[in-house]
């Protein structure tokens, strides 16, 4: 009986997040919201990176692929298998490039706060960094996720699709219905509180021991910003395979 009133406040607490803040931050006042400008700078900056390599990647395709080529389809030939693996072969067409786009935005948010040079550029509060180390952004990735695996279920098995909540007892539909709100927490917390992690212990390590030392933690960093990618996306689409499974 108490599933509705902990669902509700479970979702308060997702919005309510969007508020946490680490160190200063500029702002932008956009109509009647105030918005952080330095995150919207850089994902300005990654979605232009996305959009001029697929440019790139289409304006001259040959039938004997060159290296750049070559490069393109390898990504798109590795987004398919994840989305295949996760989803089913005869379902994942049609989720490929919603996949893609989380992998590859966040692949790239996460790489840009390691490899350009965001803090030359000074802000009047705060300053830049990878879009993925606030909160704000992690939190506009997981929601449409949680939104893609509702639609794919109720797609794919109308409103049967709300009999897996009591699956494979009764008993159980408070705690299924609890996990499927839980899911945004666990994908956005898990991808800011790496991220911001990551950041956090490359400007200390700088500010310690300027030499040496920071250069194979931020090579770490690479690494691990391309798993969180991966674990991200990969978990976006087990989401929405499960939603379309059959329950017996």
Not at 184 to 190: D, G, M
Not at 214 to 221: A, T
Not at 238 to 248: L, Q, R
Request: net charge negative.
């Amino acid at each position: 009986m108490n599933v509705l009133p902990c669902s509700i406040n479970t979702l308060k607490g997702l919005y309510e997040i969007s508020g946490v803040e680490v160190g200063q931050h500029f702002y932008w006042q956009i109509g009647g919201f105030q918005v952080h400008a330095q995150v919207l700078i850089t994902s300005w900056v990654v979605i232009a990176i996305l959009l001029g390599s697929a440019a790139i990647a289409v304006r001259n395709p040959q039938t004997i692929p060159t290296d750049g080529q070559n490069f393109f389809e390898y990504v798109l030939e590795f987004i398919r298998d994840v989305s295949k693996t996760q989803i089913g072969e005869e379902e994942y067409g049609p989720w490929v490039p919603f996949i893609g786009t989380l992998f590859l935005f966040i692949f790239v948010s996460n790489w840009s706060g390691a490899l350009l040079p965001w803090r030359i550029i000074e802000l009047p509060h705060g300053e830049l960094a990878a879009p993925t180390n606030d909160i704000n952004t992690t939190v506009a990735l997981a929601l449409p996720t949680s939104v893609a695996y509702f639609y794919a279920g109720l797609t794919k098995k109308g409103l049967g699709y709300f009999g897996k909540y009591v699956q494979p007892t009764p008993i159980l539909l408070p705690i299924n219905v609890l996990e499927d709100f839980t899911k945004p927490l666990s994908l956005s917390f898990r991808l800011f509180g790496n991220i911001l992690a990551d950041e956090l212990v490359v400007v200390v390590l700088v500010s310690l021991v300027p030499l040496v030392i920071p250069i194979p933690v931020m090579f770490l960093g690479l690494f691990t910003s391309g798993i969180q990618a991966l674990i991200f996306a990969t978990l976006a689409a087990a989401y929405i395979g499960e939603s379309m499974e059959s329950h017996h």
